[in-house]
């Protein structure tokens, strides 16, 4: 049973326009939400978080938006850069301190 | 501000075998967790240890334990090992009670044959 899901396992996007990597999850008692990049042969690096109390919260060019009744959120990154270029994981806090993750996102940018 | 790192970076073992993989916690943080990511997955979490005891586990056999040390650094124990245990092993710390991001490392790569 998977409780996030990254639907769509990869994404192509030109130099300059935005990316947006979606995530749905299915547990209500999530509170807590993060976006991690994955380069190979690197552990996750953190990106960016949102607590389940906001719908919104942005850094620099990564902005994260919550919609709770729909249990979905997503990050979109503008202007995208080919150094963005990685896998991208969501990730989903609930009533313990673990983190369950989503399968990620290929994200490919190209000149 | 010294980052987690793990040891080894690669491992090659035969299944039934029994291996240990560690871990130094970024300075400054209490908590470390443990997760194992199978090829085209995401990192699914194994247990966590806070003030050197398992403070959670996931869906994963009692072969696999751990240890967390009186300086927060830790180990990860597999026994018996099988085929399907091949993966990438990641260590992540933290800070318990603050909603922050965990730190991984760059992982284990074990490979059973």
């Known amino acids: 049973d998977q409780q996030v899901k990254q639907n769509s396992p990869s994404l192509s996007v030109q130099e300059g326009r935005i990316s947006i990597l979606n995530c749905d999850y299915t547990?209500?008692?999530?509170?807590?939400f993060l976006w991690y990049k994955k380069y190979p042969a690197e552990g996750p690096t953190f990106l960016i978080s949102i607590s389940s109390i906001k719908d919104k919260n942005e850094d620099g060019r990564f902005t994260v938006f919550l919609n709770k009744s729909a249990k979905h959120l997503s990050l979109h990154i503008v202007p995208s850069q080919p150094g963005d270029s990685a896998v991208y994981f969501c990730a989903a806090r609930g009533d313990t301190d673990k983190l369950i993750f989503g399968t990620g996102t290929r994200l490919q940018v190209f000149p | 501000e010294t980052g987690v790192t793990q040891s080894p970076t690669h491992l090659i073992k035969t299944r039934g075998q029994q291996v240990t993989l560690r871990c130094s916690s970024q300075s400054g943080h209490n908590t470390v967790s443990w997760y194992q990511q199978a090829l085209g997955q995401g990192p699914q979490f194994i247990f966590q240890y806070y003030r050197e005891e398992e403070n959670g586990r996931g869906n994963f056999p009692p072969r696999f334990s751990g240890l967390q040390f009186p300086n927060y650094s830790s180990e990860l124990n597999v026994n018996a090992l099988e085929l399907d245990d091949s993966a990438l092993y990641l260590c992540?710390?933290?800070?318990?009670?603050?909603?922050?991001?965990?730190?991984f490392g760059n992982g284990t790569r074990l490979t059973v044959t």
């Open positions: 547990n209500s008692m999530f509170d807590y």
């Open positions: 992540a710390s933290s800070l318990k009670g603050v909603a922050s991001p965990l730190h």
